[in-house]
T-cell receptor
Framework: RKEVEQDPGPFNVPEGATVAFNCTYS??????FFWYRQDCRKEPKLLMS???SGNEDGRFTAQLNRASQYISLLIRDSKLSDSATYLC????????????FGQGTELSVKP | DAGITQSPRHKVTETGTPVTLRCHQT?????MYWYRQDPGHGLRLIHY???????DKGEVSDGYSVSRSKTEDFLLTLESATSSQTSVYFC?????????????FGPGTRLTVL
């Protein structure tokens, strides 16, 4: 079983749609959680950290459920520019800041 | 954007040759990381450094070595390149004073081993 699992997609949605990505992780000792965005052939870029209480940044909302070891990302009013691969990332406790990456979920927003 | 550069950005080499990739940062961060990204695997940690001359292995360290003689530079060496090391290599940095262990990535190096 992979340490971080995501639905690879692709998710094909029209502009303006709401789309949700889910992610599960296996290491219950994980301490930090993130969503990164990666455009084709580019480096991953931090989209948002995920806090225990959940957090929102504009059209993006992240949720964490430690009991179920589940992380989600909701994108509202999707834009063409949101087309990218979204990486669920987990930081295990006391491992030198190592990050464990999911394989990513591909999103394509169409006009 | 974080001040991270990688060189070279693209390289084609032959099996059995040594290859060194360089990561350079201008942020003076203590932690630096090397990852590789392959289809079907996501990003995987090769080695990381927690200070000058302080390094440790990641999950896919076989066939790779690293060195860090200055805070700003972290070198990844493939002693004898193999075709299985064809990949995209990303360097990342982390500020331990940051609140949440975020890492920031360089632009990547595309390596092809023929």
């Amino acid at each position: 079983r992979k340490e971080v699992e995501q639905d690879p997609g692709p998710f094909n949605v029209p502009e303006g749609a709401t789309v949700a990505f889910n992610c599960t992780y296996s290491n219950s000792a994980s301490q930090s959680f993130f969503w990164y965005r990666q455009d084709c052939r580019k480096e991953p870029k931090l989209l948002m950290s995920v806090y225990s209480s959940g957090n929102e940044d504009g059209r993006f909302t992240a949720q964490l459920n430690r009991a179920s070891q589940y992380i989600s990302l909701l994108i509202r009013d999707s834009k063409l520019s949101d087309s990218a691969t979204y990486l669920c990332v987990v930081n295990p406790y006391n491992q030198g800041g190592k990050l464990i990456f999911g394989q990513g979920t591909e999103l394509s927003v169409k006009p | 954007d974080a001040g991270i550069t990688q060189s070279p950005r693209h390289k084609v080499t032959e099996t059995g040759t040594p290859v060194t990739l360089r990561c350079h940062q201008t942020e003076n961060h203590r932690y630096m990381y090397w990852y590789r990204q392959d289809p079907g695997h996501g990003l995987r940690l090769i080695h990381y450094s927690y200070g000058v001359k302080d390094t440790d292995k990641g999950e896919v360290s076989d066939g790779y070595s690293v060195s860090r003689s200055k805070t700003e530079d972290f070198l990844l060496t493939l002693e004898s390149a193999t075709s299985s090391q064809t990949s995209v290599y990303f360097c990342a940095i982390r500020n331990p004073a940051g609140s949440y262990n975020e890492q920031f990535f360089g632009p990547g190096t595309r390596l092809t081993v023929l």
